[in-house]
T-cell receptor
Framework: DVKVTQSSRYLVKRTGEKVFLECVQDMDHENMFWYRQDPGLGLRLIYF???????EKGDIPEGYSVSREKKERFSLILESASTNQTSMYLCASKGKPNTGELFFGEGSRLTVL | GENVEQHPSTLSVQEGDSAVIKCTYSDSASNYFPWYKQELGKRPQLIIDIRSNVGEKKDQRIAVTLNKTAKHFSLHITETQPEDSAVYFC?????????FGAGTRLFVKA
């Protein structure tokens, strides 16, 4: 059974704090993604990685950075959290670019006060 | 930039009726069109997909159609059941990038 695990389901942080969201997949997938989900806006791509230590900006990278030190782990970092980063964050992985299916984690709901 | 428009944003049907969700995409190079279902509090999961060399695909009560010329694709659910109630996302994909629609919240009334 394929598995994408996000370490924190719910987080509450204060403005200006540094936030780490961790994601681990056990499918030996090359490609990993971070999406942000907001009502009425769907899923928007923040960053993705197609290999260890490689990263590419998505559509909304401002205010975020990522780290991929190991194939199975992809971290999203908010250097200085702001209230407009309150959202649901979804990690996903897939095996090959055109294989298609994205496997999602359960999501991390972040509230920034 | 590339975008995917999805309609309607909310859809309410009686159990047993059909539901149709429509999407249009802007990047004509997109070659893979998945549909994801997200139940309340759960992760999005793939329910059906279609590739650009196919016009229609069916899997039991769900079907997807693709019109590449018009850059339209649609999800059809027949004989809806209460467990079909969820948010449905269409998407258009090329290589690494997958662009999602805003989602349709489907309510199936028993």
């Amino acid at each position: 059974d394929v598995k994408v695990t996000q370490s924190s389901r719910y987080l509450v942080k204060r403005t200006g704090e540094k936030v780490f969201l961790e994601c681990v997949q056990d499918m030996d997938h090359e490609n990993m993604f971070w999406y942000r989900q907001d009502p009425g806006l769907g899923l928007r791509l923040i960053y993705f990685s197609y290999d260890v230590k490689m990263k590419e900006k998505g559509d909304i990278p401002e205010g975020y950075s990522v780290s991929r030190e190991k194939k199975e782990r992809f971290s999203l970092i908010l250097e200085s959290a702001s209230t407009n980063q309150t959202s649901m964050y979804l990690c996903a992985s897939k095996g090959k670019p055109n294989t298609g299916e994205l496997f999602f984690g359960e999501g991390s709901r972040l509230t920034v006060l | 930039g590339e975008n995917v428009e999805q309609h309607p944003s909310t859809l309410s049907v009686q159990e047993g009726d059909s539901a149709v969700i429509k999407c249009t995409y802007s990047d004509s190079a997109s070659n893979y069109f998945p549909w994801y279902k997200q139940e309340l509090g759960k992760r999005p999961q793939l329910i059906i997909d279609i590739r650009s060399n196919v016009g229609e695909k069916k899997d039991q009560r769900i079907a997807v159609t693709l019109n590449k010329t018009a850059k339209h694709f649609s999800l059809h659910i027949t004989e809806t059941q209460p467990e079909d109630s969820a948010v449905y996302f269409c998407a258009a994909s090329l290589g690494f990038k997958t662009i999602f629609g805003a989602g349709t919240r489907l309510f199936v009334k028993a």
